[in-house]
């Protein structure tokens, strides 16, 4: 499984946009980027995948570059209910075996008023 | 619709005592996953079942640790002669299956071993 780095923590303000970027600089052919949010309390909560270019939906932005060795999760104009802990993961969601996520420590962002 | 649930949400123990935890997954979903989380880090992968069977058991981190899950709905992860190392979140996920890109986390049970 693709080791994945990304920031510790963030800090941002309301309205305001807010990119965290993750490398996965061994990210093989078959892998899928997929984030998760989580916040306190509760179990993590998928967000956006993607496998190149660029991903959108109604919470968020997924940009992937044409070597796929790094991934930015765009979230535009953030309130304060965005502060939580985002995962970053890269994995073969076709892969029969261990279909398991691996998190890291994820990018704890807090969003003050 | 209903999501999915654990029971019970705290549990304390002392040393030495065995405890099983429950996990309901969405209604249909194949694949169902345990995992552990420490306060401040990452869920971390125990097992996994797609229906009844055990596909991945890696994770779990001695034999005092087993799951089941008989007819391929509610899961139990027991825990045997517990021990403080134990305590942490434990969590449970279930997902529709092969190429399902989704997981979906229950809330949770705290596990605390005094």
């Known amino acids: 499984l693709a080791k994945t780095t990304q920031p510790i923590s963030m800090d941002s303000y309301e309205g305001q946009e807010v990119n965290i970027t993750c490398s996965h600089n061994?990210?093989?052919?078959?892998?899928?980027i997929t984030w998760y949010q989580q916040f306190p309390s509760q179990g993590p909560r998928f967000i956006i995948q993607?496998?190149?270019t660029k991903v959108t939906n109604e919470v968020a932005s997924l940009f992937i570059p044409a070597d796929r060795k790094s991934s930015t999760l765009s979230l535009p104009r953030v309130s304060l209910s965005d502060t939580a802990v985002y995962y970053c993961?890269?994995?073969?969601?076709?892969?029969?075996?261990?279909?398991?996520?691996?998190f890291g420590s994820g990018t704890r962002l807090q969003v003050q008023p | 619709g209903a999501g999915v649930s654990q029971s019970p949400r705290y549990k304390v123990t002392k040393r030495g005592q065995d405890v099983a935890l429950r996990c309901d997954p969405i209604?249909?979903?194949?694949?169902l996953y345990w995992y552990r989380q420490a306060l401040g880090q990452g869920p971390e992968f125990l097992t996994y079942?797609?229906?009844?069977?055990?596909?991945?058991k890696s994770g779990l981190p001695n034999d005092r640790f087993s799951a089941e899950r008989p007819e391929g709905s509610i899961s139990t992860l027991t825990i045997q002669r517990t021990e403080q190392r134990d305590s942490a979140m434990y969590r449970c996920?279930?997902?529709?299956?092969?190429?399902?890109?989704?997981?979906?986390f229950g809330p949770g049970t705290r596990l605390t071993v005094l």
């Open positions: 996920a279930s997902s529709l299956g092969r190429g399902a890109n989704e997981q979906f």
């Open positions: 061994n990210i093989a052919t078959n892998d899928y």
């Open positions: 993607g496998y190149k």
């Open positions: 993961l890269v994995g073969d969601l076709m892969d029969t075996g261990r279909r398991a996520l691996t």
């Open positions: 209604s249909g979903h194949v694949s």
């Open positions: 079942f797609n229906y009844e069977a055990q596909q991945d």
